[in-house]
């Protein structure tokens, strides 16, 4: 573990970078109990950066394997009312939100993962009406992770506990940008304002379509919707105008495909952790946006589950640029986490597409977000595809060809 | 720490015997982030005894701590609807709810007490109506408690921190009747027939009042409502007819006090531990049933909070009778935990009456409870007043002396 100055940056990181709280507001934690300790650290940081009350909820995730595991389906699959009216009341309040994720990789392998899909289909169809929020960036949220002894041990095999957990705490303060003599808050101003030229250039060039190309066997092009927007880095919450980074780490630009136009191969060039689920060596074959063939050697049944969540769940939502030399790529490591893994690599995700990412988009209905090419569904799953020899060719609005990626990494 | 299969054992006993968990029947545990491990032992003992599905929700003392230091008071004391809501809805689905209390002793020393009063006070006011479900035992309920380190080393200041926590173990065991090679659940089996042996006789002398006296100052005499029930042991779930345990370990036998009936002196045995901060050598005079003066060595602030919590935090809701050489009174401890020092002593507590002690009372009104002599508050505190020359003399309905305790002990 690092020392607690350490800890303590990285929590005032979060507090103040992450979800920058505004004073008096209200600041949602959802935290591992296995991360109280650092929690803690949150909870005291916000507290002095004005927060004027924090709601703390833990998740067990033994608890949640007994739960797949032994739990009455039809129970489990109905989301309790105070559950939804929890969300909407710390709405009403306009929360800042921090969600504390700690990786378990391999700890559902064993259960039913059709009961378990269909459990959490149920529940994030009730949550659907909530996800605007963060998803629309009504409020400030924030995703970091905090490492665990089992996700360490998954990461660095070779070590024994202790020192992969170490290890693996190293690596994530090495990509939040901490070091034992920096002001991290400082380093992500930098950082951001790399991210946002990328976007500046994007932008203004409107490709047309993507079209993705490597020798793993990706064949792909990927249209994009009339006025669509490539973000990364900071965004503004429209409620209260506080700007925060929704992950973190970030390294990525990303925009929104559209969602009747994407054809060909994409073959993945890392495994995903689906909700515990390890899936390895898969492809997808898309024809007019939707996914038509797919093969994966390991999960495979997790996910089919994923892909018939609904009937949007098998289009893409996300379209994302990371250099194959992003620092987190260069650390040549696999986390089993997609907010490491996505950062290190370029991405596309199945489902749910953000609003933000085509003009006027948080204004739509569903019906309008639809029309204009954006997509909607109750999953949002990122898939990595980069590789160092990944090439993507833009077509801008003439049609004219421009070397967007080459061998991996920014050509534009 | 205890091994696994002794851990087991424990969680087994509060699941059969302490919540007597239904099949298909919802469980609630209310546990603290420290003791996560144990509580998932508990939700996987309960899935295996048949419960549908589990809520656990978990607690972390220091946040709760951030929270009183440096929280909006407003925010703080206003419950949010969802909390209710989730009391409601467990409640219409006829849980069972288990509660792992780890004490904190002092954690709470330095706060401002008049602001944690204050803000205790509002969420206990809008919890009020959730209360019955428990306390007129709608459903089954089941406290005990889970060793942390920081408690260990208030019981055992002598020892290294993991000795104490062993030590607290062993301790908390033995008062659960569990050891290696037995069946606890069989020993509680016959413990709570003995308590029940007690009550019978208590019941069918009906006395009118009890004259407490030792050489402390205690010069007390409590009178009884008519119709009032001693209880001890087990209990019957009114919605679910199962046979529980409410509180384990339990030595007591109680009933409640007429309400404005209480009238002299009464000096506190051993120290309460008061949200946190530690209440010493106090004692109270009654008049009519109300504490018309107090006085505290220590944590007097604190105690003074407690009675002016609302109208009838001044009177008392329990007299409960334990024999000075009950086995917890015999390890001759201090846990600093009312759970366990109340089953050390005879007490009383302030507050809240339980309607089951008065017959007919669980389906009266409050103003009928009232009327009848049990008392309504928000809240309920134990305090200890047994000495081992304690003497209870009970006067029957023809006002007849009757030796009740004599030296600490039963004499009846």
């Known amino acids: 573990m690092p020392n607690e100055a350490v800890l303590r940056k990285y ?10 709280i505004r004073k008096g507001q209200l600041l ?55 559950r939804l009216k929890q969300e909407e009341e710390a709405q009403e309040r306009k929360c800042a939100e921090l969600h504390l994720i700690s990786s378990m990789p391999g700890l559902l392998d064993d259960v039913d993962h059709s009961k378990a ?21 009504l409020g400030q949220w924030c995703v970091a992770a905090v490492p665990n002894a089992l996700w360490a041990r998954k990461v660095f095999p070779q070590l024994a506990e202790k020192e992969a957990l170490s290890a ?19 380093a992500w101003e ?26 793993l066997g990706t064949d792909l092009v990927v249209q994009l919707p009339m006025h669509h927007i490539w973000s990364g880095g900071s965004e503004t919450a429209r409620l209260t105008k506080a700007v925060f980074q929704a992950n973190m780490p970030t ?47 390991k999960g495979s049944e997790a996910l089919e589950h994923l892909l018939n969540t609904d009937e949007n769940s098998r289009r893409l939502g996300e379209a994302a640029l ?18 490491f893994d996505e950062n290190a690599s370029c991405h596309l995700a199945l489902g749910d ?14 019906e309008e977000l639809l029309a204009h090419g954006g997509n909607v569904s109750s999953v949002h799953v990122d898939f990595m595809i980069g590789t160092q020899d990944l090439n993507i060719t833009g077509y801008d609005q003439e049609g004219k060809e421009v070397p967007v990626f080459r061998n991996g990494s920014f050509a534009v």
């Open 28 to 82: 949602v934690i959802q935290a591992d109990v296995q991360n109280a300790s650092f929690t803690e650290l949150c909870v005291e940081e916000a507290y002095k950066a004005g927060a004027g009350e924090v709601w703390t909820f833990f998740n067990d995730e033994y608890i949640h394997r007994q739960s797949i595991l032994h739990g009455d389906e039809k129970a489990l699959s109905t989301m309790p009312k105070w």
């Open 251 to 297: 390294e990525e630009v990303f925009t929104t495909p559209l969602r009747t136009g994407v054809n060909g191969t994409v073959v993945a060039s890392r495994p995903l952790d689906l909700n515990g689920t390890l899936v390895e060596d898969f492809r997808f074959t898309f024809r007019d946006g939707e996914v038509i063939d797919f093969h994966a050697e």
């Open 322 to 339: 990371v250099p194959y030399d992003s620092p987190i790529s260069r650390m040549n490591l696999l986390f089993y986490d997609t907010l």
């Open 353 to 366: 597409s953000y609003p933000t990412q085509i003009e006027g988009g948080v204004e739509m209905s569903e």
């Open 190 to 215: 930098e950082h951001d304002r790399a991210l946002k030229e990328h976007c500046d250039v994007l932008n203004q060039m409107q490709f047309q379509s993507l079209h993705y190309a490597n020798s």
């Open 168 to 186: 693996l705490w190293d690596a994530v303060l090495r990509t939040m940008y901490i070091s034992e003599d920096n002001d991290p808050v400082q």
């Open 117 to 137: 899909g269909r459990i959490q289909q149920a529940r994030s169809r009730a949550m659907k009406p909530y996800y605007a929020y963060t998803s629309a960036c």
């Open 11 to 20: 929590a005032r990181l979060l507090i103040q970078t992450g979800v920058n």
